[in-house]
């Protein structure tokens, strides 16, 4: 099975600041049919179901602002939040759907 | 739009059983993959099961295989999860999810349904 390690468990920071979740795969994400990387992005509102923000690493899902930025390849994985926003207030999970579906243990954003 | 409604849930005793179900509205239904997923109280996500769209492909995690099975009505628009032999470490809320096309995974998902096994 596949292991996701997720890093920092929570983060605080002020409106404006830039923030980094990390993901790091037990395995490469990376399809070698289609060159892709089979990771998203999940942002959970408290009290809200999860919603995809990126997936195949890098790709934003329709609607996401272009203030989610995914990067990474292979078997780590980087979510940056630009310009945090108030609404940003979440937490974040990282899934690989390379084998199965193996989610990483989650981050909490805290706005300052 | 796109609507994911799940309900059964409730209180149920170790040992006994509860069937979920996830009516969805606003795609077509037998196009598309379904998934179980679940959150304990205060905690993270946990893929639980997924049938493809026409039933053919199913698989399990390793904590609810031989107890959990999940099914679907494509005629009722409706995904089912049947639970068996219920543990205290059942408890969670419950989402059903769609998998998107060309592997995009869980693009949609309901509000969940809540499980609690208690005596």
């Known amino acids: 099975d596949i292991v996701m390690t997720q890093s920092p468990f929570s983060l605080a920071v002020s409106e404006g600041e830039m923030v980094t979740i990390n993901c790091k795969s037990s395995q490469s994400l990376l399809s070698s049919g289609n060159q892709k990387n089979y990771l998203a992005w999940y942002q959970q509102k408290p009290g809200q179901s999860p919603k995809l923000l990126i997936y195949y690493a890098s790709t934003r899902q329709s609607g996401v602002p272009d203030r989610f930025i995914g990067s990474g390849s292979g078997t780590d994985f980087t979510l940056t939040i630009s310009d945090v926003q108030a609404e940003d207030l979440a937490d974040y999970y990282c899934?690989?759907?390379?084998?199965?579906?193996?989610f990483g243990s989650g981050t909490k954003l805290e706005i300052k | 739009e796109v609507q994911l409604v799940e309900s059964g849930g409730g209180l149920v005793q170790p040992g006994r059983s509860l069937k979920l179900s996830c009516v969805a509205s606003?795609?077509?239904?037998?196009?598309?993959?379904m998934n179980w997923i679940r959150q304990a109280p205060g905690k993270g996500l946990e893929w639980v099961a997924y049938i493809s769209s026409g039933s053919s492909y199913i698989y399990y995690a390793e904590t609810v295989k031989g107890r959990f099975t999940i099914s679907r009505d494509n005629a009722k628009n409706t995904l089912y999860l049947q639970m068996t032999s219920l543990r205290s470490e059942d408890t969670a809320l419950y989402y059903c999810a769609r998998q998107g096309i060309a592997a995009i995974p869980l693009d949609y998902w309901g509000q969940g349904v809540m499980v609690t096994v208690s005596s």
């Open positions: 606003g795609f077509t239904f037998s196009n598309y993959g």
């Open positions: 899934l690989q759907h390379y084998s199965y579906l193996t």
